[in-house]
């Protein structure tokens, strides 16, 4: 489905993570298209997050390639970083500063000149309508407020890919269509490409381009959302999602890293 | 604004927003300073050494700073808990830049500890022989910071969560605080306590720090110099190495 002329902005072949003895992504390959708006989906504990960790450097893959805005995240990983911005799934904001500073923070780390980070710091604590908590030290901010600032500081920087790990998990459906709308004008006026992970189907059928479910570590189905139904023949994209990963609740007691954790108590290496 | 300065700027912020911290920390030092230096003061005094606060002083300066650069190199381990840490790790910027502006905020926070250490000491009769000699001072309580700042990082990077911490309090802070010369003279020691004192590179900022404050050296001042800045490059190539390597 690559749209012609576009080159690939993430590309993945055959890539495999291995934690121990457990598989936790199992020799996946898939290609976003420069400018798209790609969803990534799967249960808990499928390798969503495994996945985004190596192509955002902070995780090495056991073997595989990927590239990620024509720069590989393994060799290249300074040049990787320069392309890409991530809002992680779980916090990581400082809470000993406020939520001004941490968008300071953020946007020395990421170059960006005084004046242009101002602007847009106001513009988008506004957005997220944290401007009147801005000078509370984000310890004091619940969790809502803190997902909101986060997104808010994963889209300081304008990057060329952005990534965004269940940006929405946890918050009202207000903020969500706001946050969505926002990213989408992102991607129509800047050619932002969107990798993304929900749990909500509605999300991904409205907002993606194309869809990508992973199960167990390997790829099942991609598409446009409309021909993952044709091919299920579903009437939505949760039915569709539900017949490809069956309906069995997910185990999740602990992630990949935990069960390392449990072999090697205190010390990494 | 640099990269350097937000990190450095950073660990300033969080260490003047924590003041239980702050004073916290100062407990233990100002313990060793009072009980042993008037506890032991008379017995050393006897023993023809002198007055034993005007020996204590730097070495419970050089504790505190031990103490206060070896957390602030940990604190990565917290960062890594709160999830803060990958918010540094996957910026444009080399994690060189990263570490060395962490290990520099860190060793800061750590020589203002030690200079309020130092000033309660002489509040309590510790004077200072050659007030000249102070910036020099200065200079190796940074030093001393620095390095253990970036041994702090080292260890912290290899590290997932807190609970080796413990082990890092007894068997290497406290070890190295106790084997340095801040308690006692290193002259005329068993054999095997001399050599271990002499493998202890806290020994050189001790001892650098009598030279300037107390106007007294084992070593020499241009020994502890080259011993401690040798050290310090070596600990941040390993650290930095480390930091580098850490996956979340």
Excluded: C
Excluded at chain 2, 30 to 55: C, E, M, N, S, W
């Amino acid at each position: 489905m690559k749209r012609a002329g576009q080159k690939a902005a993430i590309s993945v072949e055959s890539l495999f993570r291995k934690f121990g003895n457990f598989t936790a992504v199992d020799g996946i390959s898939f290609e976003v298209s420069s400018g798209e708006i790609f969803a990534f989906l799967g249960p808990n504990g499928a390798g969503k997050t495994t996945t985004i960790k190596m192509l955002t450097t902070l995780l090495h893959p056991t073997r595989g390639k990927m590239m990620v805005n024509g720069f590989d995240p393994v060799h290249e990983k300074d040049a990787a970083r320069h392309s890409f911005g991530i809002v992680f799934q779980d916090p990581s904001l400082d809470d000993e500063l406020t939520a001004q500073e941490n968008m300071e923070f953020h946007g020395v780390l990421y170059g960006i000149p005084n004046v242009l980070r101002r602007e847009r710091i106001s513009y988008l604590l506004d957005l997220v309508e944290l401007s009147e908590r801005k000078n509370s030290l984000v310890r004091t901010f619940s969790g809502g407020m803190k997902r909101r600032l986060e997104i808010a500081r994963g889209l300081l920087h304008h990057p060329k890919i952005l990534f965004l790990d269940e940006p929405t998990l946890g918050l009202d459906p207000q903020t969500r269509n706001k946050i969505w709308e926002y990213v989408k004008s992102l991607n129509k006026k800047e050619g932002m490409t969107i990798f993304f992970t929900t749990h909500y189907m509605d999300e991904a059928e409205k907002v993606a381009d194309r869809i990508a479910i992973i199960d167990n570590g390997k790829i099942v189905a991609q598409g446009t959302a409309g021909e993952l139904k044709k091919t299920t023949k579903s009437k939505s994209l949760e039915e569709s999602f539900l017949k490809l990963t069956g309906h069995h609740i997910r185990e999740e007691n602990s992630s990949p890293k935990d069960r390392m954790r449990l072999d090697r108590r205190l010390w990494r290496r | 604004m640099g990269i350097l300065y937000v990190m450095w700027l950073r660990q300033l912020k969080r260490y003047w927003r924590s003041k239980p911290r702050m004073v916290g920390m100062l407990g233990l030092p100002l313990l060793f300073l009072v009980a042993l230096g008037f506890g032991f003061g008379p017995i050393y005094q006897k023993a023809g050494g002198g007055d034993y606060i005007q020996f204590l002083a730097p070495g419970v300066t050089a504790m505190t700073i031990l103490f206060a650069a070896m957390f602030s190199g940990i604190e990565v381990i917290w960062d890594r808990q709160f999830g803060f840490l990958k918010e540094t790790l996957v910026a444009p910027v080399s994690r060189l830049q990263i570490m060395l502006g962490r290990t520099l905020g860190g060793a800061t926070v750590a020589v203002i500890q030690g200079i309020i250490v130092l000033a309660i000491s002489m509040l309590v009769g510790f004077r200072i022989s050659d007030l000249i000699l102070l910036p020099l001072a200065l200079f190796f309580m940074f030093l001393i910071a620095l390095l253990f700042t970036a041994l702090g990082t080292a260890i912290a990077s290899m590290l997932e969560d807190m609970q080796a911490f413990p082990l890092i309090m007894n068997f290497i802070i406290m070890p190295l605080f106790f084997l340095s010369g801040a308690l006692f003279p290193l002259v005329g020691l068993p054999d095997a306590i001399m050599v271990i004192a002499l493998f202890n590179p806290l020994s050189y900022g001790v001892d650098a720090l009598h030279a300037m404050l107390g106007g007294i050296s084992t070593f020499g001042i241009w020994i502890d110099f080259i011993v401690l800045g040798a050290l310090t490059l070596a600990v941040f190539a390993a650290g930095s190495y480390l930091f580098e390597k850490i996956e979340i």
